[in-house]
């Protein structure tokens, strides 16, 4: 099993351009998360997605859009960067099924730089 | 609104003890605890849900005090390898977490 894997690693963007990061789980976890870390800032919520088809807004979804069309895959899209989305990106997932599996497995991380 | 964290930083020795509390100010069903190394992801700790159960894993054990909204990571007989942020996260009737800002801890020879 792979876990959790995001797409790219690294990315820098130009201010205005668009992107999209791609996440992808292979553990079948019905719930995924979109975090950004900054330094000092812990890790916020941007979006989260509670199944295939449905997302909810985090603590900062300004900025940015999410998809959820297939269970394995939970996709953050920039449509017009700007230096404040500069950040460290995590996806995380994890189970519902068992109260004890709460534990949310993170992906590796994205450094997006938008200059 | 995000759990407060403390301390913001902590430098031990090996073999020494430290304890990192978070603070919530609304009512709690879980607490979570990561630990991330510099340029990795998080790393799961563990879980304390609803009940005051005092859990344990080696040397690092934890509590939660629902009552306070509050929980406390205790590191005992530190590691090199326990070196990292510590990050606690709160959850809610729904599964979402909010984090605190982190405590980095750094164990010393």
């Known amino acids: 099993n792979a876990g959790v894997t995001q797409t790219p690693k690294f990315r820098v963007l130009k201010t205005g351009q668009s992107m999209t990061l791609l996440c992808a789980q292979d553990m079948n976890h019905e719930y995924m998360y979109w975090y950004r870390q900054d330094p000092g800032m812990g890790l916020r919520l941007i979006h989260y997605?509670?199944?295939?088809?449905?997302?909810a807004k985090g603590e900062v979804p300004d900025g940015y859009n999410v998809s959820r069309l297939k269970k394995q895959n939970f996709l953050l899209g920039l449509e017009s960067a700007a230096p404040s989305q500069t950040s460290v990106y995590f996806c995380?997932?994890?189970?519902?099924?068992?109260?004890?599996?709460?534990?949310?497995?993170f992906g590796p991380g994205t450094r997006l730089t938008v200059t | 609104q995000q759990p407060v964290q403390s301390p913001q930083a902590v430098i031990l020795r090996e073999g020494e003890d430290a304890v990192i509390n978070c603070s919530s100010s609304k009512a709690l069903y879980s607490v979570h605890w990561y630990r991330q190394k510099h340029g990795e992801a998080p790393v799961f700790l563990m879980i304390?849900?609803?009940?005051?159960e005092q859990k344990g894993h080696e040397k690092i054990s934890a509590s939660f005090n629902e009552k306070k909204q509050q929980s406390s990571l205790y590191l005992t007989a530190s590691q090199l390898s326990y070196s990292g942020t510590y990050f606690c996260g709160t959850g809610g009737a729904t599964n979402k977490l909010i984090f605190g800002t982190g405590t980095l801890l750094a164990v010393q020879p």
């Open positions: 995380a997932s994890n189970s519902i099924r068992l109260l004890s599996s709460y534990e949310q497995y």
């Open positions: 997605s509670v199944g295939e088809g449905t997302t």
């Open positions: 304390l849900l609803k009940g005051g």
